[in-house]
């Protein structure tokens, strides 16, 4: 079976109507709270041959195995309050640690 088969075998879907952004009030927040923090999710952004738009709505695919990762992305985590960033030239909400 091709890896994008059992991808798409181990992945659930989660649609919002309007979930505000990833961080710690969006969708970011949304993915830990339905399916867990070391869950990771992803959108697509399909080609316009597939594009599917009937409802306003945001799809967040997240997988159902903690052990699953996306071969892109970042590989530590790295997070930034608005001082720090300020400090370096950048422009970044606050951001609420997960409890």
């Not at 181990?10 to 952004?21: D, E, R, Y």
Request: charged letters at 20%; glycine letters at 10%.
């Amino acid at each position: 079976m091709a890896a994008s088969c059992r991808m798409a075998r181990q992945a659930a879907t989660l649609s919002a109507l309007h979930i505000g952004g990833w961080s710690s009030c969006g969708a970011q927040a949304v993915k830990n709270l339905i399916v867990g923090p070391e869950h990771e999710g992803f959108e697509v952004y399909p080609a316009e041959s597939r594009l599917v738009d009937t409802a306003n709505q945001y799809l967040l695919w997240v997988f159902l195995d903690p052990k699953v990762r996306l071969p892109v992305g970042f590989r530590e985590r790295e997070v930034m309050g608005a001082d720090q960033a300020a400090a370096i030239g950048a422009t970044q909400r606050d951001f609420e640690a997960a409890g």
